[in-house]
RNA sequence: GGAAAGGUGGCAGAGUGGUCGAACGCGCCGCUCUCGAAAAGCGGUAUGCUCGAAAGGGCAUCGAGGGUUCGAAUCCCUCCCUUUCCGCCA
């Protein structure tokens, strides 16, 4: 949610966002003329709260019932108008940064920088399912007869496999020293507070949800009918609320979680698109950075985020490009979304393996999520949300280290990860 | 799942229909005292919205929402949460 004092100052800029990011539905009018029409029905309702309140203090029965019924038909429209002033603002996107370029969709996303080089193969190489199901490790058939089509089962070394990563990313986010480095070497003057490994509920209350303006789509979320609970699409949907209303001091900022779940999307309106593997199922395993900083700092913040990601492909020796969502293409919630393709010799192309979203105070409002500063003022806190590992970081995994004879090696950094295993095997 | 108690300011805790935005204490901030600190004394110390140049005023908020009443922290209803006992359980 945006501040409804910004968007009355500001409105040629919020609308100039709007239309960046396809969202012309939105009525900055009728929104600011719902904000004036509340503001003055809300100081007509005070005033005669104030006669109210005095009548009631004098025990005057009379005038006090008289005021009253008075009141009734004002509150009755007042409900209704803040009803629609709020549905109004919450149907207003973040607006970009000024460093997002301006697009339709993800074809006009920009590439900031790409690191390494695509390995040249002296065969063909496969693409992971392919991988996955020759070395009995990715299991579709069986999941989707058990389950159902777009989940799997992993099975075998590909299982160490993805704890030998997330211990190795749990590894880098809680050693101050690495972070520090990490910083330094990307030229990000920032405090390298470790990360708060957390393993988080991944079920969520509607209303928190909301506010943290992730319920929507709907269409995308699993839904506990017995209990009124919705399945995470992510830890960021837990993590995120962990702080709602509450005031930090300054000096406690940032503060960084490396939160671990399951993730479950309903991947609507994607039949067809990547059915075989893990690249898109509706149940995945990810490691989540969260992190809740000063306004001034958040751009840092989410370099600093990206360039943990980027580190850890680095070190995994994974070919990579960093793009820049465009307006078009990036979420509501969303200031600067950037992400992480990681190249997949299978398939030949870069892939999308991780996100950083920069949310500036847009979630931090709806979750009361503020900050006591030195002087005195109390402000809303920025936030950022950034993927550390998800499972198509093993899919990558599967398609950049395979070899002829059909066997994946293991990246050296994750041998000791793997109790020494330099390969992975064929299961039974 | 059954039974009971309860949710009040940063903390602790009083308040069962009006004089309560809320006692007392702790903490915090300022001042006095002191070379300085401690102790002591004095004063201040919630949040949001709103009017105002400011001083200051108004409204709302005692878990959330609704209701009764001229008047609700206090009574009623629904929901959320916490604690205790019983049951169940990885």
Request: with cysteine.
């Amino acid at each position: 949610m945006l501040d409804i004092k910004f968007i009355k100052e500001n409105k040629d800029i919020v609308a100039v966002a709007l239309k960046n990011k396809n969202r012309e539905d939105v009525n900055l009018d009728e929104l600011l003329s719902l904000y004036e029409e509340k503001k003055s029905l809300r100081q007509k309702l005070d005033e005669l709260n104030q006669k109210k309140n005095e009548a009631a203090k004098d025990r005057n029965i009379e005038e006090g019932k008289r005021l009253k019924e008075e009141g009734e038909t004002l509150e009755k429209n007042f409900a209704e108008v803040d009803k629609k002033y709020l549905k109004a603002m919450l149907s207003v996107p973040n607006i970009p940064s000024l460093d997002t370029p301006i697009g339709k969709d993800e074809n006009e996303n920009k590439v900031l920088r790409t690191w390494g080089e695509p390995k040249a193969f002296s065969f063909k190489p496969k693409e992971h399912f392919e991988i996955g199901a020759d070395l009995g490790i990715i299991d579709n058939e069986t999941a989707t007869e058990v389950t159902g089509p777009r989940f799997a089962y992993l099975k075998g070394d590909l299982v160490q496999l993805h704890f030998a990563v997330l211990n190795f990313v749990y590894g880098i986010l809680g050693n101050k020293e690495i972070l520090k480095k990490i910083a330094d070497d990307a030229k990000i003057e920032i405090d390298p507070k470790p990360f708060l490994p957390v393993m988080p509920p991944v079920m969520i209350k509607p209303a928190t949800m909301n506010r943290m303006a992730r319920l929507e789509p709907r269409d995308e979320r699993y839904h506990i009918d017995s209990d009124d609970l919705y399945l995470i699409g992510s830890a960021e949907h837990t993590l995120g609320p962990m702080h709602m209303d509450e005031v930090f001091e300054e000096k406690e900022l940032p503060i960084r979680y490396a939160g671990y779940s399951n993730a479950f999307r309903r991947e609507a309106g994607t039949y067809g698109k990547d059915m075989k593997g893990i690249l898109r199922i509706h149940e995945f395993y990810k490691l989540e950075m969260e992190s809740f900083c000063l306004p001034e700092n958040s751009y840092k913040e989410q370099d600093f985020l990206v360039a943990i990601q980027e580190h850890i492909n680095k070190v995994l020796n994974l070919p990579y490009q960093i793009i820049i969502c465009c307006t078009g293409d990036m979420g509501d919630p969303d200031h600067r979304h950037i992400d992480v393709e990681t190249w997949m010799p299978g398939q030949n192309k870069y892939r999308e393996t991780h996100s950083a979203d920069h949310m500036a105070g847009f979630q931090s409002r709806r979750l009361n999520t503020r900050v006591k500063r030195a002087d005195g003022r109390i402000e809303h806190v920025h936030m950022n949300d950034a993927t550390a590992f998800a499972g198509r970081t093993l899919i990558a995994i599967l398609e950049n280290y395979q070899t002829e004879d059909g066997k994946v090696a293991v990246p050296e950094a994750l041998v000791p990860f793997m109790g020494g295993k330099t390969h992975i095997e064929k299961a039974f």
